[in-house]
């Protein structure tokens, strides 16, 4: 098991990694875990909602990702309330105190089910802790991290990020607000996202050894692996990489809506040449880019609301009479439309309210989430595949060009000159797509298109995996992995 002394330290990554590591070694491989708090998510084959980084994780281990691996995932929805996933399908709305004082114990027996059924299946399974283990008001009801630890019988290596500073004092404190049958778990620690010469580190580890007892399992350079991220923390570092106008081509501006979810949509913006993307949560920051990206939300009325205060939503209009592009996806989508119905407070106190008005379409909340795989082809002839989930039906209100039509014969979304809208997920995950797409776009502003190879966004993954497989096999001691797991 994974555990971590804070949220972001690559715990995530860390067991994408050994998940391809034991696979190449020739082991069935599974990730699990119990709980998952998470703004982006993963939809498996049979349309079950689990955590990204589950998803993730199977994939570098070769198998199918099961809602097994993520029985419980919380959706923060914004007040302290949480839409709670059970088994891949939504469950409840809860707040933080209902959750935890009623449901936690209540739902201990499907979550030792899933284990039992992943153990039967596979050889190794590689747990994945949240947030820290010593975070005291919760420790009670954190079925996370040690519980899980205690359930599986796991050996825990604890990670730490040295970026932060602090790295010792964040181990140790982690290590001393742990019980002694916790601290007891912990064989091994792991350094991560280190950048330097490692010798300057050797005094350290000698003394952090000595004092806990517990072994330092690997000192994992910094790498810039392109491994899908679900945590909020992940947006901050995302949103640091502010491009200057000068460097790029292409300017990007995606709406940093309150409650964004799914921000994975735009990880491949971050590697098509030429394009700069910069995060706008105020009116003064739109400029005039040369496309405007509307992205997925976990509630479309009150972040539409938010876009309304906040002067956005006029500034969009206004630049609807420029050369601009724009993209929204799901609940991006829904805003584009004329109108938001949600007459049964689903997403809010109820209410219509006169959205965007830049599509011809009418969305009307329900309570029935659609979570679904899917695959199709363009109206611009390239094939296309991806993921689906929303609470709201968008109508059409007149004669439109379909953005996808699916392989089972249902469309999707719209495609105008210069707006596009869709409920897809993933949708620039479609690299000949997105190429195409910006391609366009340089043509229209007198550049050169690009006319290299593009990697389809599975081979992208592979090579990802692979190369976190050689860089985390060489700098951790697997050796000694192999022998906690004997």
């Known amino acids: 098991m994974i555990q971590g002394t804070a949220s972001d330290v690559g715990k995530s990554v860390l067991c994408t990694a050994l998940c391809r590591i034991f696979a190449?070694?020739?082991?069935?491989?599974?990730?699990?875990?119990?709980?998952?708090?998470?703004?982006?998510?993963?939809?498996?084959?049979?349309?079950?909602?689990?955590?990204?980084?589950?998803?993730?994780q199977a994939e570098a281990a070769?198998?199918?990702?099961?809602?097994?691996?993520?029985?419980?995932?919380?959706?923060?929805?914004?007040?302290?309330?949480?839409?709670?996933?059970?088994?891949?399908?939504?469950?409840?709305?809860?707040?933080?105190?209902?959750?935890?004082?009623?449901?936690?114990?209540?739902?201990?027996?499907?979550?030792?089910?899933?284990?039992?059924?992943?153990?039967?299946?596979?050889?190794?399974?590689?747990?994945?802790?949240a947030g820290s283990p010593a975070e005291i008001n919760l420790k009670?009801?954190?079925?996370?991290?040690?519980?899980?630890?205690?359930?599986?019988?796991?050996?825990?290596?604890?990670?730490?990020?040295?970026?932060?500073?602090?790295?010792?004092?964040?181990?140790?404190?982690?290590?001393?607000?742990?019980?002694?049958?916790?601290?007891?778990?912990?064989?091994?620690?792991?350094?991560n996202k280190f950048r330097g010469m490692k010798e300057l580190l050797t005094s350290g580890i000698d003394w952090l050894e000595d004092y806990t007892g517990i072994p330092v399992l690997g000192v994992i350079p910094y790498i810039d692996v392109q491994i899908e991220a679900e945590d909020s923390m992940a947006l901050s570092s995302l949103r640091l990489k502010k491009p200057l106008a000068s460097e790029f081509a292409i300017d990007v501006a995606v709406i940093h809506l309150p409650r964004i979810s799914n921000f994975t949509d735009l990880d491949p913006l971050f590697e098509e040449p030429g394009v700069g993307v910069r995060f706008v949560s105020s009116l003064k920051d739109l400029k005039k880019p040369d496309v405007l990206i509307i992205p997925g939300t976990k509630n479309t009325v009150e972040?539409?609301?938010?876009?309304?205060?906040?002067?956005?939503?006029?500034?969009?209009?206004?630049?609807?009479?420029?050369?601009?592009?724009i993209v929204g996806i799901c609940g991006g989508y829904q805003m584009l439309g004329e109108t938001l119905r949600d007459e049964q407070a689903i997403?809010?106190?109820?209410?219509?309210?006169?959205?965007?008005?830049?599509?011809p379409i009418e969305t009307t909340f329900i309570d029935e989430k659609q979570t679904i795989q899917v695959h199709g082809i363009t109206c611009t002839g390239h094939k296309v595949s991806g993921y689906e989930i929303h609470l709201g039906r968008s109508e059409m209100l007149s004669a439109v060009q379909p953005f996808i039509e699916f392989e089972d014969g249902r469309t999707d979304g719209v495609y105008t000159e210069?707006?596009?809208?869709?409920?897809?997920?993933?949708?620039?995950?479609?690299?000949?797509?997105?190429?195409?797409?910006?391609?366009?776009?340089r043509e229209n502003k007198g550049l050169e298109p690009i006319s290299e190879a593009v990697l389809s966004d599975f081979e992208r993954?592979?090579?990802?995996?692979?190369?976190?497989?050689?860089?985390?096999?060489?700098?951790?001691?697997m050796e000694k992995i192999y022998e906690l797991l004997a």
């Open 140 to 191: 009670s009801r954190d079925i996370a991290n040690m519980r899980m630890a205690h359930e599986t019988d796991a050996a825990v290596i604890l990670v730490a990020d040295i970026e932060r500073g602090g790295v010792f004092a964040s181990l140790v404190g982690t290590l001393m607000l742990l019980d002694e049958s916790e601290r007891a778990r912990v064989k091994g620690i792991i350094i």
């Open 347 to 359: 997403e809010g106190s109820g209410g219509t309210y006169v959205a965007l008005g830049l599509l």
């Open 303 to 325: 972040d539409f609301l938010w876009l309304q205060q906040t002067g956005l939503m006029q500034g969009i209009l206004q630049l609807q009479h420029t050369n601009i592009r």
């Open 24 to 56: 190449n070694d020739g082991y069935r491989v599974a990730p699990f875990k119990s709980q998952n708090m998470a703004l982006n998510s993963y939809i498996t084959k049979d349309g079950g909602e689990i955590g990204r980084a589950q998803g993730v």
């Open 418 to 441: 210069k707006v596009i809208g869709t409920y897809v997920h993933g949708i620039f995950q479609n690299r000949e797509f997105t190429r195409s797409y910006f391609n366009e776009i």
């Open 62 to 129: 070769k198998i199918e990702a099961t809602t097994d691996m993520n029985p419980i995932l919380l959706k923060p929805k914004g007040d302290m309330v949480s839409e709670v996933v059970l088994h891949g399908k939504h469950f409840a709305n809860m707040d933080a105190m209902s959750y935890r004082e009623n449901f936690v114990e209540q739902v201990m027996p499907e979550v030792r089910s899933s284990l039992e059924r992943l153990s039967k299946d596979y050889d190794v399974l590689v747990l994945e802790g």
């Open 461 to 477: 993954r592979e090579q990802a995996y692979e190369m976190l497989d050689t860089h985390v096999r060489k700098h951790l001691n």
